[in-house]
């Protein structure tokens, strides 16, 4: 019998005989009857005693209640990363379900329910019980198409340092670095981070995650492009005025000496400057603001060239 079902007691005594009945049900019963019983939460026994003449007859039947069965159900078992799939469960002789694994909480007996937002395979589980403390139990698997991200800390460094790489793939991926850098080759779990050997020239870091379902391919590229400048702090402006107070530089660049632009502001006093610059030749000249006094004694702010072209480099 299904946990919350009713049946049908039919019973017939020979003649003369006088019917109590008990257990699951009470009360004087005729020699011949039929009724129906409450819905059953629990197995139950019927028990019917008749008596004639001094001569008892004791029957008795039990009810049982079957144990409790749920099904859990994927609309598809294979998405790709975010893609929304949908949950269709129902259960039989279940008093409460409650899921857990890639879904947690309390649940009907039957539903269905859309889920969203997920990068990492997941297993559903849901479990129903029945009466008697008896659980079941199923169990839905959801496997994701391979996604894989490597970032750098930074595009451009300067010539000899080194970058943090991290980067993250679907949960059950197995993932191969590949590229020149010994420090960032082979077999990698699926998440974690790393910091590359020295940057000399252009490298691009590879990186391939495989599961079940595919592979996933990234990579990142970091180039020695920033060169630190430096210059001696002048004394006097290029018009032969003292210097009364030196307020920041102003680092120009190009790649001709004729067309040099504003790459950086250097405030203060600082005496040298990190330019992000790309491969080629550069021609880089430095400017000073400071506060000079005029031939009528006012102090004014003027910018003052240091030299041009100052430095003269090639990134490759």
Do not use: K
């Amino acid at each position: 019998m299904v946990l919350g079902g009713a049946t049908t007691l039919r019973w017939q005594a020979a003649a003369g005989f006088t019917c109590v009945s008990s257990g699951g049900w009470a009360g004087s019963r005729s020699g011949v009857g039929s009724t129906s019983t409450a819905r059953l939460i629990a197995a139950t026994t019927y028990v019917l005693d008749c008596v004639r003449a001094g001569v008892r007859v004791r029957r008795s039947v039990t009810v049982a209640i079957e144990a409790p069965t749920v099904t859990l159900n994927l609309s598809q078992t294979a998405i790709s990363e975010n893609e929304p799939v949908t949950l269709r469960w129902s259960s039989r002789s279940a008093t409460a379900c409650v899921a857990a694994g890639g879904w947690t909480g309390a649940r009907p007996s039957s539903g269905s329910e859309v889920v969203v937002g997920t990068r990492d395979p997941r297993t559903f589980t849901l479990t129903c019980r029945g009466s008697a403390a008896r659980r079941a139990t199923a169990n839905a698997r959801l496997l994701v198409h391979p996604v894989a991200s490597l970032t750098s800390s930074a595009a451009r460094v300067r010539s000899g340092s080194t970058v943090d790489l991290r980067w993250r793939a679907t949960a059950d991926s197995t993932c191969v670095a590949s590229g020149s850098d010994p420090l960032f080759r082979g077999t990698l779990p699926a998440v974690g981070s790393r910091t590359s050997s020295p940057v000399t020239t252009t490298e691009t870091f590879n990186l391939r995650c495989t599961n079940a379902l595919g592979s996933a391919l990234t990579s990142v590229s970091v180039a020695p492009g920033i060169r630190r400048v430096r210059w001696r702090a002048p004394a006097r402006a290029t018009d032969g005025r003292a210097l009364a107070r030196i307020h920041g530089y102003r680092v120009h660049a190009g790649s001709t000496p004729g067309a040099l632009v504003r790459v950086a502001d250097v405030p203060g006093t600082a005496t040298s400057a990190d330019l992000s610059l790309g491969s080629g030749d550069w021609h880089v000249s430095v400017s000073v603001l400071a506060t000079v006094r005029t031939e009528t004694g006012a102090l004014v702010v003027r910018e003052s060239e240091l030299s041009r072209p100052f430095l003269r480099f090639t990134i490759r």
